[in-house]
């Protein structure tokens, strides 16, 4: 359930305004103001520039640039802030969900950073990948019939990353803000889930290593081979160094499979009759290669629990087709079979706010060069984000005659939140200082030229052979 008192809702929201304010530095009223545009715009966010349009910006076009350009963002006490206003209500382990969601920057050949990011659609029909800035969110789940997340932390990945340890440092981020903020004390180990594509054994050892009392939950492909547990000697009783894996588990072999450790059988109004079985002190057997390429001494063999998720039906009339998920947890972690299928399956609540930052908030739109302004508006519209859930309670159903309506005991959804938040926030005010009056400035020299910027190639962090020195716009940012 989501707190629903208005008196409370309407102190956390100007509370958090507040805190928003002394996070901004340089620029900070203009900073604010973009923030309040994007939440009370009339529509879906099309370009920056539109945005020094709307009431709330109450400066020029000028100051929207300059403000991304030079302003000021504490993410690290913005973050704190984030989590702080945080609360998760259900019971159980605090699950959070970490995807990566890619800025799409095709055409920006003098932007640096630029990544392979894959997309789902491209106009040839050709390409799988784009230029773009990959950008690793984590969002807090809820339970229940709603799509709201909370967004916790977003970070870049550059091209020199390794993304398995970009990960894991966002994980220890976001476990450690919560901690901060008291929103897992006398709770299991948080649950952290991933999709398919990630490295999750290497993401357990990292935080097995660094003392992290975190559960790891993730997609497997269906063509993986995991091991059990090795003899305590050699089955054919050679002398010898005894097998560090055991027995072969072939998820593509689901005849060969031994009886699983765990069962459940639940009914599903979306999925049907679904049966979640799992099989214990499972591992998979690692290579020097990828992220293990630079691991000095044995390699470590790391247990965990393979599942396999199995639905009656799927929607659209589609062939259901079994889902391997694999689960580690430290020694003081409980294992909760339920809970943890029903954790992978709100993951994808992190997919409909991707949607809602893209198409509506305008996360992408803006046509910025360097990699600091996309990393400060991105923690801009993770605030934007922020105000329109702690404001859930306190906006009306704005519906049109067209759009369905809420059945009662849920939330309004974010889309109809922010509907409405131009008539909430005449009664929050601003904290962020009127503008004071100018003139306009002198503008570029006439005559004065400016010389062409460095074009840096796609997924990697050297530049081409142009080694003219960068210009000041090159510095921006």
């Not at 206003?85 to 095709?106: E, L, N």
């Not at 976001?174 to 398919?196: E, N, Q, T």
């Not at 991707?354 to 801009?380: D, N, V, Y």
Request: hydrophobic letters at 40%.
């Amino acid at each position: 359930m989501v707190e629903t008192d208005p008196v409370a809702c309407h102190g956390r929201l100007i509370a958090f305004r507040l805190g928003l304010y002394a996070c901004l530095g340089r620029r900070g009223d203009a900073l604010f103001d973009l923030v309040d545009a994007v939440l009370t715009a009339g529509g879906p966010v099309g370009s920056l520039v539109g945005l020094s349009e709307e009431k709330a910006f109450r400066r020029g076009h000028g100051a929207l640039y300059d403000a991304l350009a030079c302003g000021g963002v504490d993410t690290g006490m913005l973050a704190g802030l984030i989590a702080s206003s945080w609360r998760p209500v259900d019971a159980g382990p605090v699950k959070i969900a970490v995807d990566v969601s890619p800025w799409p920057r095709p055409d920006a050949v003098t932007s640096p950073g630029l990544c392979h990011c894959h997309t789902s659609c491209r106009c040839d029909g050709t390409r799988k990948t784009v230029p773009g800035w990959p950008f690793s969110f984590a969002a807090g789940l809820e339970w229940g019939p709603s799509s709201w997340t909370a967004l916790l932390d977003a970070v870049r990945i550059d091209p020199g990353d390794d993304a398995t340890v970009a990960t894991f440092e966002q994980v220890k981020r976001v476990i450690g803000r919560l901690s901060a903020a008291g929103a897992v004390a006398g709770r299991p180990a948080a649950v952290f889930a991933f999709d398919s594509g990630y490295d999750l054994t290497r993401i357990a050892w990292l935080a097995a290593q660094d003392g992290l009392d975190v559960q790891i939950l993730g997609r497997v492909r269906s063509d993986r081979v995991f091991y059990g547990p090795a003899p305590a000697a050699r089955v054919d009783g050679k002398p010898g160094r005894p097998p560090r894996h055991g027995a072969r588990f072939a998820l593509a072999l689901p005849d060969t499979l031994p009886a699983p450790d765990e069962r459940i059988d639940a009914t599903s109004r979306r999925y049907g009759a679904v049966q979640v079985t799992a099989w214990h002190g499972l591992h998979q057997k690692l290579g020097r290669q990828a992220g293990w390429q630079h691991h000095t001494g044995q390699l470590p063999v790391l247990g965990g629990t393979v599942i396999r998720v199995q639905v009656e039906r799927l929607p659209g009339d589609r062939a259901p087709k079994p889902v391997w998920l694999w689960h580690h947890a430290p020694g003081s972690g409980l294992f909760d079979l339920d809970l943890l299928w029903k954790t992978y399956l709100r993951r994808f609540d992190i997919e409909h706010t991707f949607r809602l930052l893209k198409q509506t908030l305008g996360w992408t739109a803006p046509q910025i060069r360097t990699p600091a302004q996309g990393e400060r508006w991105t923690w801009l519209i993770v605030a934007a984000h922020t105000q329109l859930r702690l404001a859930r309670a306190l906006t009306g159903d704005l519906r049109r005659a067209w759009d369905k309506p809420i059945p009662a005991g849920q939330p309004i959804t974010p889309g109809r939140v922010r509907r409405g938040f131009p008539i909430l926030r005449r009664k929050l005010g601003t904290p962020a200082r009127r503008p004071k009056p100018t003139a306009p400035g002198p503008g570029r020299p006439r005559g004065s030229t400016r010389p062409p910027r460095r074009r840096y190639p796609v997924g990697k962090n050297k530049p081409t052979t142009d080694t003219s020195p960068p210009s000041t716009a090159d510095q921006e940012g």
